[in-house]
């Protein structure tokens, strides 16, 4: 197992334990974390902190070039919003622990020149499957539905 995609996974276990949406992220820059974050909508009634979102946040500001340079790990595919983040940061490549239970904007991500590597992984799609077969409206509203 990709230690990063631990990390990521790490992440989505604690905001599940939170009573949050499962999701977690990791953001690598020279084969070291610079941020990790999961989502935090429930826990801090937030309307933009997806996993994602919530790593570049903890990630704090960078310069431009180490966004070029890094790495962006998530247990599920990016949706729109936090597909523009890594878009306008100039994130290169991200890799997306599943894709089975939500399809995120990786068409949009791939034709902007992002390496998006899918890796179908059993535990990211079990967490997402059981999150929402547990809590359906939590998830519809997460995803704007
Ligand atoms: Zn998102």
């Not at 890796?119 to 999150?131: D, E, G, R, S």
Request: hydrophobic fraction near 40%; aromatic fraction near 6%.
């Amino acid at each position: 197992m990709d230690p990063f995609m631990q990390a990521a996974i790490d992440e989505a276990q604690k905001g599940l334990a939170e009573g949050g949406i499962p999701i977690g992220s990791v953001i690598v820059h020279d084969g070291k974390i610079i941020g990790r974050g999961h989502n935090r909508r429930v826990q801090e009634g937030s309307a933009i902190k997806h996993g994602e979102m919530d790593a570049f946040e903890n990630a704090g500001r960078q310069p431009a070039r180490v966004y070029r340079e890094a790495t962006l790990y998530t247990t599920l595919s990016p949706c729109a919003m936090c597909s523009g983040a890594i878009l306008l940061y100039g994130i290169r490549k991200i890799i997306v622990g599943e894709h089975e239970t939500f399809m995120g904007e990786e068409a949009l991500l791939r034709s902007r020149g992002v390496q998006v590597d899918v890796v179908h992984n059993p535990t990211c799609i079990a967490l997402m499957k059981q999150f929402i077969a547990d809590k359906p409206e939590l998830w519809n509203e997460d995803i704007g539905e």
